[in-house]
């Protein structure tokens, strides 16, 4: 019997092990998940950002060019005016100088509003380029050591698996049953070691009568308080076995 616990003392201190690293292992495509949405809503601001600045500084251009063009018409239109024979070609030519200037007065509005909100909106995309390129120098950076923890940790994973295996077959099977059956339904810990009369897990005192058989290690025991499988941690038997 001491052997069997000796075993399952050792399967115990593995399979936790193994926990934590599964737990690890399972956390990483999470975490890789989290930093392509992170990177993908960054990517989304600053793409809103270009098109608004890009919309505006084509709105910008238009504005400009229309500007020049009735700059042109109206220096022609006051050649036409200086050149004018009849007070009819004088009327009209004097007519779309004024039409003219009121249009670049009311674009000139216009272009003022818009040189505002192209400046603002550089510095809004400035601002998101800014911090979209330095998370993903950052993501990049990540992604890269947990592509590589994976990588360990799946191979840790493995040797230790390999290990389990070979502890469970010098275990008697009903005694690996009772362990599997435990495990699960007492948050992966199944056997308890016991020192000076308490159980090291639940940290209850074991009944002295009980506590007293079990320092005789001749047979299975189970812990009245948490039900789990224990032994006497205190015995030479248990020494170095982990």
């Known amino acids: 019997m001491v052997e069997q616990l000796r075993l399952l003392v050792r399967l115990q201190a593995v399979d936790k092990v193994l926990f934590d690293l599964q737990t690890e292992h399972d956390a990483i495509p999470g975490r890789l998940a989290e930093l392509g949405l992170e990177e993908e809503r960054l990517a989304a601001i600053l793409g809103k950002a270009q098109a608004e600045l890009d919309e505006v500084a084509a709105r910008r251009k238009e504005m400009e060019t229309e500007n020049e063009n009735i700059r042109t018409r109206l220096r022609r239109a006051e050649n036409r005016l200086m050149g004018s024979k009849s007070q009819k070609e004088y009327r009209a030519a004097n007519a779309e100088i004024d039409e003219g200037k009121d249009a670049l007065k009311s674009n ?135």
Do not use: H
Not at 119 to 137: C, D, G, I, V
Not at 215 to 236: G, N
């Open 108 to 242: 000139d509005d216009v272009l003022m509003e818009l040189m505002e909100r192209q400046e603002a909106l550089e510095a809004q995309k400035n601002k998101a380029e800014t911090e979209f390129n330095e998370f993903q120098s950052g993501a990049n950076e990540e992604r890269a050591k947990l592509e590589a923890r994976s990588q360990k940790l799946g191979k840790e994973i493995q040797r230790l698996t390999k290990d389990r295996a070979g502890l469970c077959d010098g275990i008697d099977r009903e005694l690996m049953e009772q362990y599997d059956f435990i495990r699960p339904r007492r948050q992966g810990v199944a056997l308890a070691g016991v020192s000076q009369g308490i159980c090291l897990v639940c940290r209850m005192q074991i009944p002295p009568q009980q506590f007293n058989e079990l320092q005789r290690q001749d047979k299975l025991m189970a812990c009245p308080s948490c039900r789990r499988i224990i032994y006497w941690a205190d015995s030479e038997s248990f020494e170095g076995v982990l």
